[in-house]
C-alpha cells in the first residue's frame, strides 16, 4: 500500500526566512514525488516532481530513498509562497494514480 | 478558459437523490481522473479514463457510483442515492500520455447533501 505523510498542517514563517515542508513516504517499489500546490481561491497546480531535478519558483525537492522523504525547500520565503501544499506519490506503472499527503497550509507573515 | 472545467460548481441536495457531474478536460489530454476531497485531506482517488475506457477504479467507488467518458472527451460522475457522507469536493483532472502525473485540475464540484 502507498501512504504519503505530511506531519505539519500549518506552518507559519516570515518572509526571508527558509522554509521546509516535509513529505515522508511509504511504498515498497519505486516511487515517482510530486508537490502540488494550491493558492488561495485557485486550482490546485503542479509544482515539481522528483524526475524533473528542477527549480520552481525558487522551490526545489530532493528524493531521499533511504529516509523515504521527498521534503520541499526554499532558502528565501516570499510573501506569494503562502499556500497550501501537497505531497503526492505515484507507483510506476499505476497509470500516474496519484496518492496525495493531507496537505500543509504555509503562511509567510510580512 | 483551455483550462479543466467542471460544472455545476456547487450542487446542495437531499439525501436519497441522485446527482450528476461533468467534466470537460483539456482537449488534447488521453487521461481523465476523478478525485473526491474531504475537508483537511489531500485529494483522493476514485477512478481512471485513458480516452474512453475506464480503467481503474478506487475502492471508494461503491456501487452507488459510476462514471463514463463517451466518445473520450468529457466525463460525467453520477451519484445514486446520495448519503450525507457523500459530501466533499469532487475534483478531475486531465493530462497527457507521456507527461504522465502533471495533471491538470479543475475548480471542482461542491457536493452538499442534506
Known amino acids: 500500500a502507498q501512504r504519503v505523510t505530511q506531519p505539519e498542517k500549518l506552518l507559519s514563517v516570515f518572509k526571508g526566512a527558509p522554509v521546509e515542508l516535509k513529505c515522508n513516504y511509504s511504498?515498497?517499489?519505486?516511487?515517482?514525488l510530486f508537490w502540488y500546490v494550491q493558492y488561495s481561491r485557485q486550482r490546485l497546480q503542479l509544482l515539481l516532481r522528483?524526475?524533473s531535478r528542477e527549480s520552481i519558483k525558487g522551490f526545489t525537492a530532493d528524493l531521499n530513498k533511504g529516509e523515504t522523504s521527498f521534503h520541499l525547500k526554499k532558502p528565501f520565503a516570499q510573501e506569494e509562497d503562502s499556500a497550501m501544499y501537497y505531497c503526492?506519490?505515484?507507483?510506476?506503472?499505476?497509470?500516474?494514480?496519484?496518492?496525495f499527503g493531507k496537505g500543509t497550509l504555509l503562511t509567510v507573515n510580512p | 478558459d483551455t483550462g479543466v472545467s467542471q460544472n455545476p460548481r456547487h450542487k446542495i441536495t437531499k439525501r436519497g437523490q441522485n446527482v450528476t457531474f461533468r467534466c470537460d478536460p483539456i482537449?488534447?489530454?488521453?487521461?481523465l481522473y476523478w478525485y473526491r476531497q474531504t475537508l483537511g485531506q489531500g485529494p483522493e482517488f476514485l477512478t481512471y479514463?485513458?480516452?474512453?475506457?475506464?480503467?481503474?477504479k478506487s475502492r471508494l467507488l461503491s456501487d452507488r457510483f459510476s462514471a463514463e467518458r463517451p466518445k473520450g472527451s468529457f466525463s460525467t460522475l453520477e451519484i445514486q442515492r446520495t448519503e450525507q457522507g457523500d459530501s466533499a469536493m469532487y475534483l478531475c483532472?486531465?493530462?497527457?500520455?507521456?507527461?504522465?502525473?502533471?495533471?491538470?485540475f479543475g475548480s471542482g464540484t461542491q457536493l452538499s447533501v442534506l
Open positions: 483532472a486531465s493530462s497527457l500520455l507521456e507527461e504522465g502525473g502533471k495533471l491538470f
Open positions: 511504498y515498497s517499489g519505486s516511487p515517482e
Open positions: 522528483h524526475i
Open positions: 503526492a506519490l505515484s507507483a510506476r506503472g499505476s497509470n500516474y494514480k496519484l496518492t
Open positions: 482537449s488534447e489530454h488521453n487521461r
Open positions: 479514463f485513458q480516452n474512453e475506457a475506464q480503467l481503474e
